[in-house]
């Protein structure tokens, strides 16, 4: 074949990459069905032989489309996945929003992207430099909120796109925490195990102080998972708390200069500020949750003494009308009101 003989002679790949795009457009106008197929299957196996830097990376997902739609062979498919997967940080959301098959009753192709993943992992997340992995979980973050609210979307499945990418590929878990907070307004009827699997998915220390302020008064997380949280910021703040004393410590072993200098006071003053304030906002939650409840209970005891009034009451007028049944209605004397 032409393209195969441009290989050998070492043309540009980018040239040869949107031959093959031409190629397939052009002989699609004419073609059967089973032609279409083996066109498509040619197309993608002359592509995985270039360098796939030179390859327009839309012009994959149009390969794609067409690929599902004309049922290529597994092999061909897997080949095309792992050539989108292995560039996933190139991706937007939109590239991702596949329709899922007929078969599946979720919105959108799920394990497509989960293959995508596994393919961006490749030989492990080692191999990754931390650059693209933090573009890819931006992305997947983005993508957790647009399948969210799907009703049909599998929890398994949610939890397998929020695990499928290491801790450290996150500076803030706030995009999944507003992931999971929407899955769960729409999955209201999953069982508190099944909610407090989804929650296992957040790390709660990677969450921002609002963030956690607003799970902490969630209706919608189970109670396990706010505790687990709560516990986690705690531990954060001790960490805080331990590494600016170990910078003190150090800072006085390995310099001459007096602790007290103005420069490391302002230091010292600028990063208490900051754990105070961390630690003011980790406490609101708290505090609320105590007026909460010493209110509701204030209402409970209000609701109590009133049962509690209108059965004295009851009591009163019994023994007043025993007492006066004997008399005139006229002397009787009316009952006093106790409660108002």
């Known amino acids: 074949m032409l393209v195969k003989l441009m290989v050998s002679r070492n043309f540009e790949n980018g040239i040869i990459s949107r031959f093959l795009f ?21 197309v993608i196996d002359m592509l995985d032989s270039l360098d796939i830097r030179s390859i327009s990376y839309k012009g994959l997902f149009v390969i794609l489309s067409i690929a599902i739609n004309t049922k290529v062979g597994p092999l061909c498919m897997e080949k095309l996945e792992s050539m989108i997967g ?28 989960l293959r995508f993943l596994k393919a961006f992992l490749g030989k492990g997340v080692c ?14 973050d983005l993508y ?25 590929a996150r500076e803030s878990c706030d995009g999944i925490y507003h992931a999971v907070d929407l899955y769960l307004e729409v999955h209201s009827s999953l069982s508190e195990e099944q909610k407090t699997k989804i929650c296992l998915g957040i790390n709660y220390e990677n969450l921002s102080s609002e963030a ?32 600016t004393n170990e910078n003190e410590e150090e800072a006085a072993l390995f310099t001459d200069t007096p602790m007290n200098s103005p420069h490391e006071k302002r230091t010292k003053e600028e990063g208490s500020k900051q754990i105070v304030l961390y630690a003011k906002r980790l406490m609101i939650a708290d505090e609320n949750e105590k007026m909460k409840t010493h209110l509701q209970g204030m ?27 004997g008399h005139n209605s006229n002397s009787a004397k009316s009952v006093p009101r106790l409660c108002s």
């Open 127 to 140: 191999c990754v430099p931390l650059s693209r992995l933090k573009k890819v979980a931006s992305l997947m």
């Open 86 to 113: 292995s560039q996933l940080d190139r991706a937007n959301l939109d590239d991702l929003l596949f329709p899922s098959s007929v078969r599946r009753s979720y919105l959108y192709d799920v394990n497509l992207v």
């Open 144 to 168: 957790l909120a647009e399948v969210a609210p799907d009703p049909h979307l599998k929890p398994s499945k949610f939890l397998a796109l929020m695990a499928a990418l290491p801790d450290s």
């Open 212 to 243: 956690f302020n607003h799970l902490a008064k969630n209706p919608k997380f189970p109670s396990k998972s706010a505790i687990q949280a709560l516990v986690s910021q705690h531990r954060k703040l001790k960490g805080l708390l331990q590494n």
């Open 22 to 42: 031409h190629y397939q457009k052009s002989r699609f106008a004419s073609a059967s069905v089973l032609e279409k197929t083996k066109i498509v299957e040619t």
């Open 299 to 325: 209402q409970w005891r209000v609701v109590e003494l009133e049962t509690i009034c209108r059965k004295m009451q009851m009591q009163m007028a019994k023994m007043m009308k025993s007492r006066m049944s």
